[in-house]
């Protein structure tokens, strides 16, 4: 166990809904990262957040979006869904915002139809 | 922007025989993690090398940072079943403290 929780664990849903992907960092750390992981595009770094404020952002499209909260949570929202989204999303938890250890969550797997 | 290459793709082994997979990137590197990602499973960090021709042991596992800090190898002794899974490398370079992924190499150890 990693320590960090991601929540739900499975989602199905329409094209053209929005979603929300929730996840709880390990106690302590104040890093969070998003991740999306597909076959065809391996683990792809969407957005990091650092005690509640974004430092980082890879390849996320404009539909989506993150926050992190005052309790260091966060969620990644997701909207106007496409089939292409369907993926694995993992969060990952940090200490730093450096190049330290980063612990995966168990993942959100997301499958749009 | 910065590429991280991981090869092979996929690799069958017989249990007890070896397996390496090597890392290359197109920048020099600050330092490179690697991660295993076991079938259904979430990446799990497993070390980080930093300097310049590091050499790290974990049991049968060992990892190399190469001279030039733009490629890294893991090699396994003697696998086992319980090594299946898949291995990424992860890369930092320049200002950039986000890793960036190889496409990992899929482990299939055949009993």
């Known amino acids: 166990d990693s320590g960090v929780t991601q929540t739900p664990k499975h989602l199905i849903t329409a094209t053209g809904q929005r979603v929300t992907l929730r996840c709880s960092p390990r106690?302590?750390?104040?890093?969070v990262y998003w991740y999306q992981q597909s076959l065809d595009q391996g683990l792809q770094f969407l957005i990091q957040?650092?005690?509640?404020?974004?430092?980082a952002k890879g390849n996320i499209l404009e539909r989506f979006s993150a926050q992190q909260f005052p309790d260091l949570h966060s969620e990644l929202n997701l909207s106007s869904l496409e089939l292409g989204d369907s993926a694995l999303y993992f969060c990952?938890?940090?200490?730093?915002?450096?190049?330290?250890?980063?612990?995966f969550g168990q993942g959100t797997r997301l499958t749009v139809v | 922007g910065q590429q991280v290459m991981q090869i092979p793709q996929y690799q069958h082994v017989q249990e007890g025989e070896d397996f390496t997979t090597y890392c290359n990137s197109s920048?020099?590197?600050?330092?490179i993690q690697w991660y295993k990602q076991r079938p259904g499973g979430h990446p799990v960090f497993l070390i980080q090398?930093?300097?310049?021709?590091e050499v790290k042991k974990q049991k049968r596992l060992t990892f190399q940072f190469g001279e030039a800090k733009k490629n890294s190898s893991l090699h396994i002794t003697a696998t086992q079943t319980t090594d299946v899974g898949t291995y990424f490398c992860?890369?930092?370079?320049?200002?950039?403290?986000?890793?960036?992924f190889g496409r990992g190499t899929s482990l299939i150890v055949h009993p």
């Open positions: 990952a938890s940090s200490l730093g915002s450096g190049a330290t250890e980063a612990f």
């Open positions: 106690s302590g750390d104040l890093s």
């Open positions: 957040y650092y005690n509640g404020e974004e430092r």
């Open positions: 920048t020099t590197l600050s330092n």
């Open positions: 090398l930093v300097k310049s021709g």
């Open positions: 992860a890369g930092l370079s320049g200002g950039s403290y986000i890793p960036t």
